[in-house]
């Protein structure tokens, strides 16, 4: 490792030396020049065999996520990228950001970054992001990128991101063995919800299973939050923080709904993540769950498949809502490499590149970003996904860092996780603190 890295930086210093010479010799005679040109240009082939490695920090650890993130290994190898790993399991990607900004702190930022959403804009104001349109011709995004993602890719209409796909978030997965051996019908409202549940339960089967962190807990809010407020209000509440739909009756009524929830929490989810409830769910241990379709990946890498084993709903009372999910790379500025950010443009075209998306996100459970590529190969939530996304309202998904920055949404979903988990805090106290943290954490 450490001869590849001296070969590499020596060959910078060589490559640039010869080309500084080519300019010294300019005035001279064309064969001296033609040498040192064909020299110079072995040394730009060689660097293709000697690419350095490619730090890319996400937090894609499970099986699913694995498997996705092999196929952007093979896609960057192709193209002489080697990537290197950097990765930080858990969390939903808390646990990552705050690693990226020790990172960043002590001013040895990864090549690429798993970044979303206004975070994107955040690391922006550092100064510490490369603009994509400084590395590749960007002219035709505009053509196959939907508004959404162009606009969450964008700050101050430079594009400072590059997006791979879109997951939705405000799905309900049914377990179809559970479902047909009670001839149960899929629950479109949250009474039909507990109906079922209630009955389940009577059999002795568990209804719904989910993971104990708070991002998991708010995921289940977030749709709970959209039936109940709608998809404006949603966005006004969560996105615009107005605190006239903070404060409502529809806002204290999304609270008392989720605490229902609560009746189906056990002592063993507590501190699991999504991992966990995702393989109760699959191995028929329960027979509803609320997740984002990433977990469509984990289930595709046990040979699962959609509509046999398992069905996909939007969450009861979201229909005609999609709440996204955009998955995106920051590149960072690195200063040994400035003189050639060749690396970062590669990352970026093969990223953007149709085979890349589609191959990617066949495996992710999610949408390709760009919606100009034939998804015939795709499973039937995938289908179903890319219809609705296209008739849908959408929302950014803010446990997903899609509408708030990581470091606000890190305490809104604490307090709703604490809300849910508390024995003593009422809908109308959450919401008032939920009113005041707003409060704080937009003032200047
Ligand atoms: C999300 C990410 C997804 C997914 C999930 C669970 O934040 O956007 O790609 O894999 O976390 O790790």
New binding site residues.
């Given amino acids: 490792m450490k001869y590849y890295i001296t070969c590499y930086i020596d060959y910078i210093r060589l490559h640039i030396a010869c080309n500084s010479l080519i300019k010294l010799l300019a005035p001279f005679n064309k064969g001296t020049l033609s040498i040192l040109t064909l020299f110079s240009l072995g040394l730009s082939f060689s660097n293709h065999a000697l690419a350095a490695p490619f730090e890319v920090l996400h937090?894609?650890?499970?099986q699913g996520?694995l498997q996705s993130k092999q196929v952007l290994v093979d896609h960057l190898k192709v193209n002489n990228i080697e990537f290197e790993d950097f990765a930080i399991v858990?969390s939903?990607?808390g646990g990552a950001i705050h690693v990226l900004q020790m990172r960043a702190l002590s001013g040895n930022p990864p090549e690429a970054a798993?970044i979303?959403g206004p975070d994107i804009a955040e690391w922006n104001n550092l100064s510490m992001l490369v603009g994509i349109n400084e590395l590749t011709d960007t002219s035709a995004w505009q053509q196959f990128l939907p508004k959404v993602v162009i606009d969450d890719i964008s700050v101050d209409n430079n594009y400072m991101a590059v997006p791979i796909?879109i997951?939705r978030v405000n799905w309900l997965w049914l377990n179809t063995k559970i479902f047909k051996q009670y001839g149960l019908a899929a629950p479109t409202t949250w009474k039909q919800f507990f109906a079922t549940a209630t009955f389940l339960t009577s059999k002795g089967i568990k209804p719904l299973v989910f993971g104990g962190t708070p991002w998991q807990d708010a995921l289940l809010f977030e749709s709970i939050a959209i039936s109940e407020l709608g998809a404006e209000q949603y966005k006004q509440a969560f996105v615009e923080f107005n605190h006239d739909v903070i404060s409502s009756p529809e806002m204290v009524n999304t609270f008392k709904l989720f605490k229902r929830f609560h009746r189906y929490a056990t002592p063993e989810q507590q501190g699991q993540d999504?991992t966990w409830s995702s393989q109760a769910f699959i191995n028929n241990e329960a027979a509803m769950l609320f997740m984002?379709d990433?977990v469509k990946?984990s289930w595709t890498a046990m040979g699962k498949k959609a509509m046999q084993d398992y069905q996909c709903i939007p969450a009861p009372g979201t229909q005609g809502v999609f709440s996204y999910?955009?998955?995106s790379f920051v590149l960072f500025k690195k200063a040994h490499l400035s003189p050639d950010q060749h690396s970062q443009s590669i990352f970026v075209d093969t990223l953007m590149s149709p085979s890349f998306q589609q191959d990617f996100s066949q495996l992710?459970g999610?949408l390709p970003a760009r919606t100009d590529l034939d998804l015939s190969g795709f499973d039937a939530c995938s289908q179903l996904s890319s219809t609705d996304f296209k008739h849908d309202s959408k929302v950014p998904s803010f446990t997903?860092?899609m509408a708030t920055s990581s470091h606000q949404k890190a305490q809104i979903i604490q307090l709703i996780s604490d809300y849910f988990n508390s024995d003593s805090l009422s809908a109308e106290d959450a919401v008032r603190q939920l009113g005041v943290l707003v409060k704080a954490l937009t003032s200047k």
């Fill in positions: 937090w894609w650890t499970e996520e858990g939903g990607g798993q979303k796909n997951h999504w984002g990433w990946g999910n955009i998955d992710k999610s997903q860092n």
